[in-house]
């Protein structure tokens, strides 16, 4: 599967910016999609996650009840509503896919076979 992220920018603190992530192929809805996220200097971290059906998502701490991850299986594509965005939040943004993986594993970057190749997100003050 072949992923491309898209919808980063430049936006000010407390802003809003909405990530999506389109996939190629027909079988998009056997996929786990996570987002992940790396600052300069610093390791990929987990972002956000939800499972094929949606049924399930999973936050890191410092996101949570800030950005909202969704899918549409029909349309091939995963996405992140990012809101009260922080300068913390500057990253370059990756979404990731995998159609076995461990749901132990599920925040380790490791664990995951496909990434997108990022969209810079940059929150200034």
């Known amino acids: 599967v072949q992923l491309q992220a898209s919808g980063g920018g430049l936006v000010q603190t407390g802003g809003s910016l909405r990530l999506s992530c389109a996939s190629s192929g027909r079988t998009f809805s056997r996929y786990f999609m996570s987002w992940f996220r790396q600052a300069p200097g610093k390791e990929r971290e987990f972002v956000a996650a939800?499972?094929?059906?949606?049924?399930?998502?999973y936050y890191a701490d410092s996101v949570e009840g800030r950005f909202t991850i969704s899918r549409e299986n029909a349309k091939n594509t995963v996405s992140l509503q990012m809101n009260n965005l922080q300068s913390d939040d500057t990253a370059v943004y990756y979404c990731?896919?995998?159609?076995?993986?461990?749901?132990?594993?599920?925040?380790?970057?490791?664990?995951?076979?496909?990434w997108g190749q990022g969209t810079q997100v940059t929150v200034s003050s």
């Open positions: 939800i499972n094929m059906n949606s049924r399930r998502t």
């Open positions: 990731a896919a995998d159609s076995t993986i461990i749901m132990t594993s599920i925040r380790f970057a490791s664990a995951y076979d496909y």
